[in-house]
């Protein structure tokens, strides 16, 4: 079942974008307005000193200068705008503004915003959409005594300073693969930060650490593939032009998720755990949306559409979960798009030529802790790589 649905897929995303590829670039006469954060970061944390840099591009330079005046909405006193208004000059498409955290701590959970424009446009020019992004609070109270004993214990015991990666520990993931769109190879480098903490599960014998916000350093990017599949998914499997499924149209208009709304998506990790031989395990069992027995990094996913549906009322609907017509995928739940088959050998029997990389971890010698692994998606026709190090605290 699995394999048919990506393959499926697969033909129906190449179908859509051989569609694309003969308009062109057709615009109907508007000049739209993107708004590109850099490395597609769409998260930031409250502490962060450096700012989330946003280019603005139009489609055609124009033959007069541009005054672009934007507007941030969310919770007020967290993070503010710089470099507002933006002037994009005659002749030139580009220009850039930057997102930048008071450093209030003032939240106590993910907040999210969205950047939308409140000068006038002329005519014939128009946003596409606004920019949505994250800021997540920085909760991290620090080893309690007990904690502290097992990481001098451990320390001791096999020279591992287990502290040098606990706090708001700076992180840079190579992530290469097919575009899930394209289904091109690509490779990006992206840098950020992740929270970490020992777990209250650690023993001396065997310290556990936990990531609590952005694990691997892959949050935004598996954001990104989670909406490309589903809502973004406007030409392909999810939103068709033949045989459209009724299904996904009454699903999220029910919960109102789409490409514009303001979400907030968040990960963790535990279970990293470090052996008394000095070895590292993070993966572990896991049952998948397929019901299949797996081995996989096992992130964990916090997801406000998800949170709608579990709420969400049915009742009155033409088609409804647990109907023949309602697709298994018609969900909201990352864990049903993201992270599906195991990755202690090569479920897609690419023999070597895909992206499949045994999970490595392993502190080098320059300190870092360096983190090999892979995983998939739906409509994925092979796995993605990344490798994940972080540079120890102090």
């Not at 001098?152 to 190579?174: C, F, H, N, Q, W």
């Not at 990094?297 to 916090?302: D, G, H, I």
């Not at 998606?377 to 092979?382: I, R, T």
Request: with cysteine; charged share 20%; aromatic share 12%.
């Amino acid at each position: 079942m699995k394999k048919i649905l990506f393959f499926s897929c697969m033909a129906a995303a190449l179908l859509s974008f051989a569609g694309c590829e003969e308009t062109g670039n057709d615009f109907e006469g508007t000049n739209y307005i993107y708004l590109e954060a850099k490395d597609g970061k769409s998260t930031m944390f409250e502490t962060d000193s450096e700012p989330l840099v946003v280019d603005v591009v139009l489609t055609k330079a124009l033959e007069e200068d541009l005054q672009i005046t934007f507007e941030l909405a969310g919770p007020e006193g967290v993070v503010e705008l710089s470099g507002n208004p933006v002037t994009i000059k005659a002749g030139e498409k580009t220009a850039s503004f930057s997102v930048v955290s008071l450093n209030a701590n003032a939240l106590e959970s993910s907040a999210s915003y969205r950047i939308g424009i409140s000068s006038l446009l002329p005519e014939g020019v128009q946003l596409k959409e606004p920019l949505q992004f994250v800021v997540n609070p920085v909760i991290n109270e620090g080893p309690i005594d007990q904690q502290t004993e097992i990481i001098e214990a451990y320390k001791a015991a096999t020279g591992i300073d287990l502290s040098k990666y606990i706090g708001e520990v700076s992180v840079t993931a190579v992530i290469s693969g097919y575009d899930v769109e394209t289904y091109e190879d690509f490779e990006k480098t992206v840098t950020g930060k992740t929270l970490i903490s020992l777990s209250e599960e650690s023993t001396a014998d065997a310290p556990i650490l936990k990531m609590t916000a952005n694990p691997m350093g892959v949050q935004d990017f598996m954001y990104s593939v989670m909406k490309a599949v589903t809502v973004d998914d406007v030409e392909g499997y999810w939103f068709p032009e033949e045989y459209p499924m009724e299904c996904y149209a009454i699903f999220t208009e029910a919960i109102n998720w789409n490409s514009e709304s303001q979400e907030t998506f968040n990960m963790t990790l535990d279970g990293i755990t470090f052996g008394a031989d000095q070895t590292i395990s993070f993966v572990a069992d896991y049952i998948n949306s397929y019901d299949e027995d797996t081995i996989i990094v096992p992130f964990e996913y916090a997801f406000s559409a998800y949170d709608r549906e579990q709420t969400a009322d049915f009742s009155e609907a033409s088609v409804k979960p647990g109907d023949d017509e309602w697709l298994p995928d018609c969900t909201a739940n990352p864990a049903a798009h993201l992270n599906l088959s195991g990755i202690l050998y090569d479920e897609y029997g690419l023999e070597g030529e895909g992206y499949y990389v045994e999970p490595v971890a392993e502190i080098a010698e320059d300190g870092s802790l360096v983190f090999t692994f892979c995983f998939d998606h739906k409509n994925a026709v092979d796995y993605t790589r990344v490798v994940a190090t972080y540079t120890p605290n102090n």
